[in-house]
């Protein structure tokens, strides 16, 4: 119980974690948990490190994903996540939320929040979704300097730089901003809506050594492969950033509907987590052992 016993925290620092489930055999796993929910059930399923996506977190607020929220508010989902599963945390850090003094301020705050790791990208505000058309980049040497800027901010944290250049650079200018942000530091590189598996082995092939993340973003460029394909490519990461969300956001979309035609939620009870479902998840039963002027909870029984 990471939210309140200290001693159930892990000892090591997120981003160490962070490491050691990277240098693990096989692809790391990252499916994205846009609130403490969504973290549980990633850890019952048995993932061992999860992601935060700006785009879900963005759309849980009712906002597109235009670099609006801020870095408190960024910080207050990685808290959640955090200190409710006690994994590490890789999180969406969008353009840096500025130039370099506030990308050390943003690592300085999700690092103490929980984050385990962070990734930039070399886009411009307003930034879009990777895998939309006509983003505005920054100059090379500006996205360096965010990456180097990060690096001398972090204690543990995992710095990764994402390029969103091969829809108008190609694959060359891709790789070559990718070198130069290594250069700079970054613990690798997520080259963001390539289009084919051809692209994503050439940019393998170009950048030996260097980990690299993939992303397995439904209703993208990107073509639909399995964990295991993109290791087979090469990859030492992959994200599906907003699964979760989409997935809850349908079911609330069907509950929503069918309330306002029946005037009722019968129709939905079977797609429900049951009561008993939601407490056992939450682990109610150790919360109310804590403290012992909370009479154990007995679940209504149905006529």
Known sequence: MPYLIGSDHPEAPAGARFRAA???????????????MAALQAKAAGFEALY???????????????GILTVDEVAFFIRQIARASGLPLLVDGDTGYGEALNVMHMVRVFEEAGAAAVHLEDQLLPKKCGHLNDKKLASPAEMAAKVAAAVRARRHLVVIARTDAAAAEGIEGAVARAQLYVEAGADAIFPEALTSVEMFRAFRARLPGVKLLANMTEFGRTPALTATEFEELGYQMVIWPVS????????????????????????????????????????????????????????????
């Open 244 to 303: 979760s969300l989409r997935v809850a956001n349908r079911a609330q979309e069907r509950l929503f509907t069918a309330l306002a035609r029946d005037g009722a939620t019968t129709a939905l009870l079977p797609e429900m987590q049951t009561r008993a479902e939601l407490y056992a998840t939450l682990g109610l039963a150790a919360f109310e052992a804590l403290d012992a002027s909370i009479a154990q909870s007995v679940l209504p029984t149905t006529g």
């Open 22 to 36: 990277l240098a693990r055999p096989g692809i790391l796993r990252l499916p994205g948990a846009h609130n403490g």
């Open 52 to 66: 935060l996506s700006g785009a879900a977190m963005s759309a849980s607020m009712g906002l597109p994903d235009l």
